[in-house]
Antibody, heavy 123, light 110 residues
Framework: EVQVLESGGGLVQPGGSLRLSCAAS???????????MSWVRQAPGKGLEWVSGISGSGRRTYYADSVKGRFTISRDDSKNTVYLQMNSLTDDDTALYYC?????????????WGQGTTVTVSS | QSVLTQPPSASGTPGQRVTISCSGSGSNIASSYVYWYQQLPGTAPKLLIFSNNQRRSGVPDRFSGSKSGTSASLAISGLRPEDEADYYC???????????FGTGTKVTVL
């Protein structure tokens, strides 16, 4: 069974940085061309917002306009882990961050989700 | 920021049929696959429908998706109490090079 587990959330001051991790089990990143991954966040009481995605090869990365230039997505296939480096954090980045196995617009959508990790930006 | 528009709420009694609309544009719904996600209270979203109208394995056939032009819809027939949840549509937006989600619809079983 494929599972993903997020970690790295916490309380950070405005302007600070945080790195989220998403560890996948039950699949091998380097084997499947469709093992793209995405980060999606949900602010308290709000809807879902896609944040960033990375292709199976790692060569293509995508970002929502709201985080472009501040967040960086990367992957380490040797650790089956995807990362989200978040810099210059603001109150608007406070949310529950989900990691999901994805097809980046392909037919299968985000078919495996983790339980999320909470990021709180506050002074 | 949500680019796909959904009604904020929908409701029905057990056994009824409920339909949720999702309105987008030529750069997303009209030219991409549409997905539907269900989020039960306090839990992570779950993929219900992919490729516009394909049910994920294990999803009851009471759930069906469709797409026409710049709009899509999710229908729930034979509504059950366990269907109470938030439902989100999503699609890849070619102009944004990223996903857009719908505003979300809260389904209540009366």
């Amino acid at each position: 069974e494929v599972q993903v587990l997020e970690s790295g959330g916490g309380l950070v001051q405005p302007g600070g940085s945080l790195r989220l991790s998403c560890a996948a089990s039950g699949l091998t990143f380097s084997t499947y061309g469709t093992d793209a991954m995405s980060w999606v966040r949900q602010a308290p009481g709000k809807g879902l917002e896609w944040v960033s995605g990375i292709s199976g090869s790692g060569r293509r990365t995508y970002y929502a306009d709201s985080v472009k230039g501040r967040f960086t997505i990367s992957r380490d296939d040797s650790k089956n882990t995807v990362y989200l480096q978040m810099n210059s954090l603001t109150d608007d980045d406070t949310a529950l961050y989900y990691c999901a196995k994805d097809s980046l617009g392909g037919p299968h959508g985000m078919d495996v989700w983790g339980q999320g990790t909470t990021v709180t930006v506050s002074s | 920021q949500s680019v796909l528009t959904q009604p904020p709420s929908a409701s029905g009694t057990p056994g009824q049929r409920v339909t949720i609309s999702c309105s987008g544009s030529g750069s997303n719904i009209a030219s991409s696959y549409v997905y539907w996600y269900q989020q039960l209270p306090g839990t992570a979203p779950k993929l219900l429908i992919f490729s516009n109208n394909q049910r994920r394995s294990g999803v009851p056939d009471r759930f069906s998706g469709s797409k026409s032009g710049t709009s899509a819809s999710l229908a729930i027939s034979g509504l059950r109490p366990e269907d109470e949840a938030d439902y989100y549509c999503a699609a890849w937006d070619g102009s944004l090079s990223g996903y857009v989600f719908g505003t979300g619809t809260k389904v209540t079983v009366l």
